[in-house]
């Protein structure tokens, strides 16, 4: 292999590596965001149920 083409080889390898990684940081994120909105939603649900529990 040419030091020309192995060259493009690293380039094209370094260009899917980076793209793998942000896949899987956007799907690292919306997996976050996905918790973080169903705990909000857990802490709103017993926040009522305490009200109505002391009411």
């Known amino acids: 292999m040419g030091p020309e083409l192995h060259y493009q080889v690293m380039?094209?390898?370094?260009?899917?590596l980076q793209e793998e990684a942000?896949?899987?940081?956007?799907?690292r994120e919306?997996?976050?965001?996905?918790?973080?909105?169903?705990?909000s939603g857990n802490r709103r649900l017993r926040a009522a149920f305490g009200?109505?529990?002391?009411?």
């Open 11 to 16: 380039i094209n390898r370094a260009t899917e």
């Open 22 to 27: 942000a896949a899987h940081r956007r799907a």
């Open 30 to 39: 919306a997996q976050s965001g996905l918790k973080a909105q169903q705990r």
């Open 51 to 55: 009200k109505l529990r002391t009411s």
